[in-house]
């Protein structure tokens, strides 16, 4: 599979612009004080369905033929991506087949299937999940939508940082979180290409850092047993993703939970903005001194929002 | 005192426009499906001390002669008037003087010395916090700035709406909460000027509903016992507001507590946005059917962001 290049993410941002949400930029000036650095907060948990996914789900969506779209699309997700392709189906009028594990938090069911997403359950491996789409794709003959393994997915993915750095750049330092890498790559991309002076830096939870040590150690490491509270993170990286990472990110750090949970908390309070744990792992980079940006100019995409209100960390690490 | 105009609201959005965030409206189309009319919410919960009030609290301290600013400002309050108040004067580099009840909340206290606000606490009686501030407001020579009666600070709260109907007007329906009605005021006169067509229509607590009787019976009737989770709607209509609000505002409704605490935890899953009880009550006036939006295309003033995380309402109305 071809890496894309800053064309396709700018084409891309041409097809989904109608149908996504220019997310607001927002900074914080308390924050600035007390960081010593000066933020620039891309609001991509105020983004449709609540996370930045949907610009991929979109622009993968988009781009079927009318016969493609005809049979649907599918995928295997029970986070995010689920809800983001359910939608992204609906607003064209085709079906979503979404393979969820039956474990799958009561809360992420509701919203696929509040999005129109026709629901298969089965046992929560990787092979039933594999299996059960498998079978459905050859049902349905359903185009399967991989959540970052796809080039379209890793354009409209790209489109956040465009936005950001066209509304607030340029930027010293460019910051996201990386799981299965389709932010991180598209946002490497469009920053390249745009603010070329400007640091790529990804942050990723101690406790799934197969990104961290497959980037230093340069060869793809999968997770294995992978554990943090920022549960949009736990997927390793692809293997188009880690490519593209490769050659356009200059660092990626890892963080603690208890700084996780930290930096969720000083959103929250400070810009009054709700942001799930993985959105805060880049902030609590930050606040771990695990990168130096006093006095800097940085940009930051905070990935998404979807929390359950019954489940909150806050107390977890006091 | 006499009535602002709304060019007066525009000189005082001249002269605030630097100091304050134009904060973004947001929407939310599930929001709009489940209630079936088109609502666009302006962020006031964004602006800085995450509350409208910084807007009247910047535009008062602006128009102080450099003789007046030298000597500070003083108010008393508990809540975000105090801290808009602090975070204002600090901006002009003058001292502000606030007096508060002993027994204020731990985090407003640390809100308002935080933005560098020069704490006098009193007894948590009204005539204790009016005596306090005498003293001081003679000691000091400091200017006292009302938290609502106050022409000013009207003009101030007014922007909030001039931007609404700037960004994403014209409307239908204009919504905000009122407590002493700084917001509803200002609101209504710019909404009369620059949306004739709208209906301005305000929310309230039915447990602080003086501002409804008042309107309804014609003279104004200060509340006894207010009682709401509504916090910063428990002050009494003022003077100066009231007469505005006589012959500016179309309806005033009252909500119930499990209401507003249904509208806020919606617009938190839904937008992704903290906003505190007195921001949920319009929404609720929504929900309750308090008043007919089916089709309309509604505006609505998100007032204030600022709640304590230890203590979140979900639970009360299970």
Same mark, same amino acid.
């Given at each position: 599979?071809?890496? =894309?290049?800053?064309?396709?993410?700018?084409?891309?941002?041409?097809? #989904?612009r109608?149908?996504?949400?220019? /997310? =607001?930029v927002?900074s914080?000036?308390t924050?600035?004080?007390?960081?010593?650095?000066?933020?620039?907060? $891309?609001?991509?948990?105020?983004?449709?369905?609540?996370?930045?996914?949907?610009?991929? @789900?979109?622009?993968?969506?988009?781009?079927?033929?009318d016969?493609?779209? *005809?049979?649907?699309?599918?995928?295997?997700?029970?986070?995010?991506?689920? @809800?983001?392709? *359910?939608?992204? @189906?609906?607003?064209?009028?085709?079906?979503?087949?979404?393979?969820? =594990?039956?474990?799958?938090?009561? #809360? $992420? &069911?509701?919203?696929?299937?509040?999005?129109?997403?026709?629901? /298969?359950?089965?046992? +929560?491996?990787?092979?039933?999940?594999e299996?059960?789409?498998?079978?459905?794709?050859?049902e349905? %003959?359903?185009t399967? #939508?991989?959540?970052?393994?796809?080039?379209?997915?890793?354009?409209?993915?790209?489109t956040?940082?465009?936005?950001?750095?066209?509304?607030?750049?340029?930027f010293?330092?460019i910051?996201? +979180?990386?799981?299965?890498?389709?932010?991180?790559? %598209?946002?490497?991309?469009? /920053?390249?290409?745009?603010?070329?002076?400007a640091?790529?830096?990804?942050?990723e939870?101690?406790?799934? !850092?197969?990104a961290c040590?497959?980037?230093?150690?340069?060869?793809?490491?999968?997770?294995?047993?992978? &554990?943090?509270?920022?549960?949009?993170?736990?997927?390793?990286?692809?293997?188009?993703?880690?490519r593209?990472?490769?050659r356009?990110? !200059?660092e990626?750090? /890892?963080?603690?939970e208890?700084?996780?949970?930290?930096?969720?908390?000083?959103?929250?309070?400070?810009m009054?903005?709700?942001?799930? +744990?993985?959105?805060?792992? =880049?902030?609590? @980079?930050?606040?771990?001194?695990?990168?130096?940006?006093?006095? &800097?100019?940085? %940009?930051?995409?905070?990935?998404?929002g979807?929390?359950?209100?019954?489940k909150?960390?806050?107390?977890?690490?006091?």
């Amino acid at each position: 599979m071809r890496a =894309p290049k800053f064309a396709d993410i700018e084409q891309a941002h041409e097809r #989904i612009r109608s149908s996504v949400h220019r /997310t =607001p930029v927002l900074s914080s000036s308390t924050l600035n004080r007390i960081l010593n650095c000066e933020l620039h907060f $891309k609001c991509e948990n105020l983004q449709k369905v609540g996370a930045f996914k949907f610009r991929g @789900a979109c622009n993968a969506v988009l781009l079927l033929t009318d016969e493609e779209a *005809a049979r649907g699309v599918c995928t295997h997700s029970s986070g995010n991506h689920a @809800a983001a392709l *359910a939608l992204a @189906a609906a607003m064209r009028g085709i079906p979503a087949y979404i393979v969820m =594990p039956r474990t799958a938090p009561e #809360i $992420k &069911k509701q919203a696929v299937a509040g999005y129109g997403g026709q629901i /298969t359950f089965c046992e +929560p491996t990787l092979e039933a999940r594999e299996n059960t789409l498998a079978k459905i794709a050859a049902e349905t %003959g359903a185009t399967e #939508i991989h959540p970052y393994h796809n080039f379209d997915v890793i354009c409209g993915q790209g489109t956040a940082a465009k936005e950001l750095i066209e509304d607030a750049g340029p930027f010293d330092v460019i910051l996201c +979180p990386v799981g299965g890498g389709g932010l991180l790559s %598209g946002t490497a991309i469009a /920053t390249r290409a745009m603010n070329p002076s400007a640091l790529v830096v990804a942050a990723e939870p101690a406790g799934a !850092d197969d990104a961290c040590r497959s980037f230093h150690q340069k060869k793809l490491i999968p997770s294995v047993n992978p &554990k943090t509270i920022a549960d949009g993170l736990l997927t390793s990286v692809g293997e188009l993703n880690f490519r593209i990472i490769q050659r356009t990110t !200059d660092e990626i750090v /890892t963080v603690s939970e208890r700084g996780i949970v930290r930096a969720m908390r000083l959103i929250w309070e400070r810009m009054k903005i709700i942001v799930e +744990p993985s959105s805060a792992v =880049p902030l609590a @980079a930050i606040l771990e001194n695990k990168l130096d940006v006093r006095g &800097k100019k940085v %940009g930051i995409i905070l990935s998404g929002g979807n929390v359950d209100l019954e489940k909150l960390p806050f107390h977890e690490f006091v």
